[in-house]
């Protein structure tokens, strides 16, 4: 069985998001950092070279495959800001409806720009799918 390749490190957060060369990107990955550092309340661990997660959560499939992953968080990507927060959240949720305009992949939302999304309704959906995940 292949091994995840994604995993926590002790890179810094902070560090990763200075580096970010779009300006843009950068402000809204603060944004992003102090919004999910608030309804978390941990504090953020890099995961693998460019995702930001907080939490720790243990999964076992079916299969019987284990690993470690991170409950809520993001990682700036060069086209969209990727919100992995929707493994709890169903895509017919009244939520995503008031959410503005963003894309969902398997268990993410992607977003061009915070300014697009409602972040009110975005704290609640992070906010869900971290207490969701135990």
């Given at each position: 069985m292949a091994e995840l390749k994604t995993k926590k490190s002790d890179a810094s957060v902070e560090e990763f998001i200075a580096n970010l060369e779009d300006d843009r990107r950068r402000d809204d990955s603060i944004s992003l950092l102090a919004l999910m550092k608030r309804v978390t309340g941990q504090e953020p661990k890099m995961w693998g070279t460019s995702i930001v997660g907080f939490g720790d959560f243990h999964?076992?499939?079916a299969t019987g495959?284990?690993?470690?992953?991170?409950?809520?968080g993001f990682s700036?990507?060069?086209?969209?800001l990727t919100v992995y927060a929707m493994q709890y959240i169903a895509?017919?949720?009244p939520l995503l409806?008031?959410?503005?305009k963003y894309t969902t992949g398997k268990s993410c939302i992607y977003i061009r720009h915070l300014e697009?999304?409602?972040l009110g309704v975005l704290e609640n959906l992070v906010k869900r799918s971290y207490e969701a995940a135990g």
């Open positions: 999964y076992t499939y495959r284990q690993g470690e992953w991170f409950k809520v700036p990507r060069k086209q969209n895509d017919d949720d409806a008031r959410l503005g697009d999304v409602d």
